[in-house]
């Protein structure tokens, strides 16, 4: 039995994504070839579908094909996706729905990064605050920065990067255990992160009733998807992902992890379905190349792609 679709009033991002940011979005994870070249006005269609102007549409495409995430070939140009950014999108898909489906391996010891720098490098000092917390680091100190991850590899990298060259600028990443009596977990604002997570959960159970209940159209499952998206992925860039024993009980991540999967997962064919109806009036081959990454039954593999 066909149940009609109804109007479904889906969160919205409060600010909203940037028309960059919501391309990139889109093309990540419903294209996943290089092969697959839209034309501009496909592009145009498609970000319409979220309310952006055909001008900004356009900007925000002249945008990406400069930063390398897609490529222009031909006149009039087409557009595709390059392999850094394929390689790139899978392995962000791989981590944000494989977000929070285990518990942490931890033996006790934090990741601690210390640093200083000369007062007249502020530019330096808020580009060492913003990679850190891009890191899951956390301040403990006024330049003392702890993690709870173990792999000492990327923040090594990008301190490097950052502060290799600066005069008088010094710094030093090492293993560190705490005694009894210091808690690095109260660094982090857990209480607002449990608010947030139910939050999450508040705003989206209604969305997930209409999904179970077939009352969510296309149209709107490709928005309603791709804002879902949009809000678990900050999760995934700000939780520390803490281990379980340092975290309050009740915890809730795993109510707000399992709302999320339940949704993009049902909510990934009818998306699939209004892009291809959007695309294909100026892209006759849409049907051929857009898909919808879902997550694997295992964490541990990467998410499930191709044409279906």
């Not at 145009?44 to 995430?69: D, K, N, Q």
């Amino acid at each position: 039995m066909d149940v009609q679709a109804v109007e479904v009033d889906a969160p919205r991002v409060q600010s909203g994504p940037s028309p960059q940011h919501l391309l990139s979005t889109v093309l990540g994870e419903y294209l996943d070839s290089t092969e697959a070249e839209l034309p501009s006005t496909t592009v145009v269609a498609v970000l319409g579908e979220f309310g952006i102007s055909p001008a900004s549409a356009r900007a925000a495409l002249s945008r990406l094909t400069r930063r390398g995430i897609v490529a222009a070939r031909g006149r009039p140009p087409v557009y595709s996706l390059t392999p850094p950014t394929i390689a790139r999108h899978r392995s962000t898909m791989h981590r944000f729905l494989a977000f929070g489906a285990a518990p942490r391996p931890w033996d006790g010891t934090w990741l601690g990064v210390a640093y200083s720098l000369p007062e007249s490098r502020q530019a330096q000092r808020h580009a060492v605050r913003k990679r850190l917390g891009e890191l899951g680091f956390v301040r403990l100190y006024d330049s003392t920065w702890i993690s709870p991850d173990g792999d000492a590899g990327p923040v090594r990298s990008a301190m490097g990067e950052i502060l290799g060259g600066v005069p008088g600028a010094r710094w030093s990443v090492l293993h560190v255990r705490f005694d009894d009596e210091t808690d690095p977990a109260a660094a982090y604002d857990l209480t607002g992160l449990a608010l947030a997570y139910r939050r999450f959960v508040d705003e989206h159970v209604a969305l997930r009733a209409a999904t179970r209940a077939g009352r969510v159209g296309a149209a709107q499952a490709l928005i309603a998807r791709t804002t879902l998206m949009d809000a678990w992925r900050s999760f995934a860039l700000t939780d520390p992902d803490l281990p379980a024993h340092l975290l309050p009980d009740p915890w809730p991540r795993q109510a707000a992890r399992e709302l999320f999967l339940e949704i993009h997962s049902a909510l990934g064919p009818l998306a699939q379905e209004r892009l291809v109806e959007v695309m294909e009036p100026t892209w006759p081959d849409a049907a051929s190349w857009v898909t919808h990454f879902v997550a694997a039954d295992d964490p541990a593999e990467p998410p499930r792609g191709g044409i279906v």
